[in-house]
């Protein structure tokens, strides 16, 4: 089993750029394909940046340019760069292990096809 566990989020002014961090354990998050995902209240849970396992990255049309996916190898951790952070970005923010072979939540983005989910971290922007 991988365990995930996210943290820096908390209120954010406009134009901010905090950093979010999903530290893995139990596995090497390397060997799969990670996701951010969101989830405003009353809205469905959205993909916001995926990195497949070759390093393969897809942003959210409404993120790109201003979030930026990585990982550390090294620490084992999956982070989400989020910069000018606009009101409409306040959400929780989720991080994800897809296990699967070909990756098949990296290919659709849906929050169905990734089998770890952290416990999530909250981003209010004001």
């Known amino acids: 089993d991988v365990q995930l566990v996210e943290s820096g989020g908390g209120s954010v002014q406009v134009g901010g750029s905090p950093r979010l961090s999903c530290v893995a354990s139990?596995?090497?998050?390397?060997?799969?394909?990670m996701g951010w995902f969101r989830q405003a209240p009353g809205k469905e849970r959205e993909s916001v940046a995926r990195?497949?396992?070759?390093?393969?990255?897809f942003y959210a049309g409404s993120v790109k340019g201003r979030f930026t996916i990585s990982h550390d190898n090294a620490k084992n951790t999956l982070y989400l760069q989020m910069n000018n952070l606009k009101p409409e970005d306040s959400a929780m923010y989720y991080c994800a292990a897809d296990l699967s072979r070909g990756c098949m939540g990296w290919v659709t983005g849906d929050p169905a096809d990734f089998d770890y989910w952290g416990q999530g971290t909250q981003v209010t922007v004001s």
């Open positions: 139990g596995d090497t998050i390397s060997r799969y394909c």
């Open positions: 990195i497949g396992s070759g390093g393969t990255i």
